[in-house]
T-cell receptor
Framework: DAKTTQPNSMESNEEEPVHLPCNHS???????IHWYRQLPSQGPEYVIH???SNVNNRMASLAIAEDRKSSTLILHRATLRDAAVYYC????????FGKGTRLSVIA | GAVVSQHPSRVICKSGTSVKIECRSL??????MFWYRQFPKQSLMLMAT?????????EQGVEKDKFLINHASLTLSTLTVTSAHPEDSSFYIC?????????????FGQGTRLTVV
């Protein structure tokens, strides 16, 4: 069973920031937090990952709570191409996916 | 980033026939690859873990004689759906991690849409 929980769906306006939450309350000290996204009819795409500190890359930012039991993926300016299902995972491979959050972006 | 290539991207087969799906890591070596299945509007479900040079490890409820996995090299794993039936129609996705291990993220193939008629 998936160890993470996420809202089923979220909606954002184009060019606005989006904050996608994830709860991973059973995370252990060595478990990484990864985020992937999946566009329709495609395999998942890596977005970002972290262990304890907040992380930034060209795609997004990852904010990790101090107790590591939750994290937030931040898309700074949502575009129509960001519409996808976003999955957070905890731990190492094999990755176990929850239901993810379906992000809709409105023009 | 690392590239995982999956082939074919789409296949239609007759009920009772077998279908082979290939998963290749193009620019890295993968000791371990993973196979997932995804039904419409659902999440990815792990089917099996494929280890180079040894037998695959199957998740509970996945028939190893129906879903044959071969991982003969560090860059290739294959999944064969034997005696396919319409209920096997699904989106199959492979994943791999780099052998060296300093990168923790996994890379995914583009998926194979299998339709059994």
């Amino acid at each position: 069973d998936a160890k993470t929980t996420q809202p089923n769906s979220m909606e954002s306006n184009e060019e606005e920031p989006v904050h996608l939450p994830c709860n991973h309350s059973t995370i252990s000290g060595t478990d990484y937090i990864h985020w992937y996204r999946q566009l329709p009819s495609q395999g998942p795409e890596y977005v970002i990952h972290g262990l304890t500190s907040n992380v930034n890359n060209r795609m997004a930012s990852l904010a990790i709570a101090e107790d590591r039991k939750s994290s937030t993926l931040i898309l700074h300016r949502a575009t129509l191409r960001d519409a996808a299902v976003y999955y957070c995972t905890q731990g190492n491979t094999p990755l176990v996916f929850g239901k993810g959050t379906r992000l809709s972006v409105i023009a | 980033g690392a590239v995982v290539s999956q082939h074919p991207s789409r296949v239609i087969c007759k009920s009772g026939t077998s279908v082979k799906i290939e998963c290749r890591s193009l620019d890295f070596q993968a000791t371990t690859m993973f196979w997932y299945r995804q039904f419409p509007k659902q999440s990815l479900m792990l089917m099996a873990t494929s280890n180079e040079g040894s037998k695959a490890t199957y998740e509970q409820g996945v028939e190893k004689d129906k879903f044959l996995i071969n991982h003969a090299s560090l860059t290739l794993s294959t999944l064969t759906v034997t005696s396919a039936h319409p209920e096997d129609s699904s989106f199959y996705i492979c994943s791999a991690r780099e052998r060296t291990g300093w990168r923790t993220e996994a890379f995914f193939g583009q998926g194979t849409r299998l339709t059994v008629v």
